[in-house]
């Protein structure tokens, strides 16, 4: 199979959208990704994978922490930005948690220190140990198909 038939099947799989962001030397980072799963419930931890040529991979590397954003329907603008499909310079409000920068009104904050870390093909993935959270009611932003999808419910 090549490439392109592998994506297309990948992409038959509905996720959510997160932004993975962390800071280093007092600079904000951030990159939408959508490859992010809950792993353990004893100790809590999640996964994200980071391709190798991703900028963001060194950041976390480097910082050893990273929040996981979880993006409600009204945040699409949002996911674009920090997956580099709007170019222009927005002003985006982050809070502090954790000493980590979050996404205000997403609807979920997940704060994580890197517990593990495993370089598998062209991405790293990381395991991260839940340090804290934030939880609001909503509906998520969906991709489906290579799109964002409304949730109907």
Partial sequence: MDDRTFRNAMGKFATGVTVI??????????????????????????????GER?????????????????????????SMLFAGQIQEKRDIKFEPLED?????????????????????????????EVTNLVLRDGTPLAFYEGKYREIVG
Avoid: W
């Fill in 21 to 50: 962001t962390t800071e280093l030397d007092g600079e904000v980072y951030g990159m939408t990704a959508n490859a992010f799963m809950s792993v353990s419930l004893n100790p809590r931890l999640v996964l994200i994978s980071i």
């Fill in 54 to 78: 991703a900028k963001m991979l060194n950041k976390i590397k480097e910082s050893g922490k990273f929040a996981v954003n979880i993006l409600s329907e009204d945040q699409e603008e949002l």
């Fill in 100 to 128: 980590l920068p979050v996404i205000k009104d997403s609807l979920v904050n997940i704060c994580c220190k890197v517990y593990n870390q495993y370089v598998e093909g062209d991405h790293t993935l990381f395991i991260g």
